[in-house]
């Protein structure tokens, strides 16, 4: 990503019209210390699945919704994140973005169905505003005050009772399981602005605080609205694309590749700038690159309008998705395994996160639990996940084909279809296998 970087810093400073990617060499496979599966093993440290069984190293058990986890590829469902009840601790998550019956729970928001008792997601639905109430966690709005539910101020959360769309935080509004009453519909994926939560990750913003009328609820961003916000316009959202989701409304969609300005972030090597900043706000988001290259253009994979916004030899162009881009310009292409930011680089036509932290090109989509930055890298078309760990996932689908590289199996032949967490790897005895980085 550096030697990418410095490429694009070159060009704005007026250097010849060349590709980046002519300035690079391919990413060469990290050699970690640990055994394939089926290699003799003493100890589950030994092996690359860190599991040995009958003396040798075989594949990885996977984990339930709740157990803790490290990475992706520890799940079952190929999502690690951070416990929505607000513990602290990485567990394997529903790919819904929502806890299933029997998972902890701070408030009924965090459960599918919207039912949260005890501290325990139940399959029985939270009360509306005006109901009776015990606790903070039975009421949909996340407060109880003198017996019963409180009002939120603004928006209707997730559970509530609703007539129209616009009532409700999520703009979604229908029926609650042929009952005959209508209410406010969970989103998939992340809480939108003013939904109740407990922790920031939770939300699509990243930002989790109090609310006026008490509780906590999920807050904007200034400027542009991150990924999976719900937006109008292409020109809300920070990636220059909203679309119609699965529930309904519009929402912003992440962009493919490198991230643009203002977009959500976890470190700066998937930022188009190279920079991720965290503001005032606690949220890490993508920054301009240094100012030597930000005051003169805007680099490859950046929002755009026109051509003259972008770096020399750079070109304003539609990606794959339809958004306005800064892409590369000129002649060829960059192979299988080369370091890029936008699909429109790689001859194979893919631009994935390779494991690194990084991308690279590929020649195929994203399986099933691999790394992706955007539902057009998948080959089931979902990416779920908070920044830094999205993963190509289908929700409701337990055996989506096909699926990713599990931890210790060989990836010779598919250097891009680990599972995310892990990355292909030059192991013991010089086999190719998929490995966690924390290995090294």
Known sequence: MALAVAALMAAAA??????????TLP?????????????????????CSATCTDGKCAPAICRAEGSACVVAADCCSFVCAIDSAGTGARVCANPA????????????????????AGAVC?????????????????????????GMCAPSPECRPAGERCAAADECCGRSCAERNESGVTTCQLLVSCRVDGETCATGDVCCSGRCGGAPGG????????GCKPALALCMTDKDCCSGGCAPSAGGPNRCVRASGCQPEQERCAAGSTCCSGV???????????????????????????????ADECCAGASCGADAAGRSRCMPGGDGCAATGY???????????????????????RDACAPA????????????????????????????????????????????????????GTTCAQVAGGAHACASPALL
Not at 14 to 23: H, I, P, T
Not at 122 to 146: E, L, N, R, T, W
Not at 339 to 361: E, I, N
């Open 14 to 23: 007026g250097s010849a019209c060349r590709r980046d990617v002519e300035l």
């Open 27 to 47: 990413r060469g496979s990290p050699v970690i210390d640990c055994v394939a599966n089926g290699g003799a093993c003493a100890a589950e440290t030994a092996c």
């Open 97 to 116: 973005g929502c806890s299933s019956d029997g998972q902890t729970c701070a408030n009924a928001g965090a459960c599918c169905s919207l039912g949260c």
């Open 122 to 146: 139940s399959g029985v639905a939270c009360a509306s505003a005006g109901s009776p109430c015990v606790a903070m966690h039975d009421c949909c709005g996340g407060v109880c005050m003198a």
């Open 215 to 222: 509780g906590m609820r999920c807050q904007a961003l200034p």
């Open 276 to 306: 991720c900043n965290i503001g005032p706000e606690g949220v890490g988001r993508c920054a301009k690159p240094a100012r030597d290259v930000a005051d003169h253009c805007r680099v490859i994979g950046e929002n755009c309008m026109k």
């Open 339 to 361: 370091p890029c930011v936008v699909a429109a680089q790689c001859c194979g036509g893919w631009c994935l996160p390779d494991g690194s932290g990084a991308f690279s090109c």
């Open 369 to 420: 639990g691999a790394g992706c930055t955007a539902p057009e890298d998948c080959c089931n078309g979902s990416c779920v996940g908070s920044p830094g760990a999205t993963t190509c996932a289908t929700v409701g689908v337990t055996q989506p084909d096909p699926v990713c590289i599990g931890a210790g199996e060989a990836c010779a032949d598919s250097p891009g279809a680990c599972c995310a």
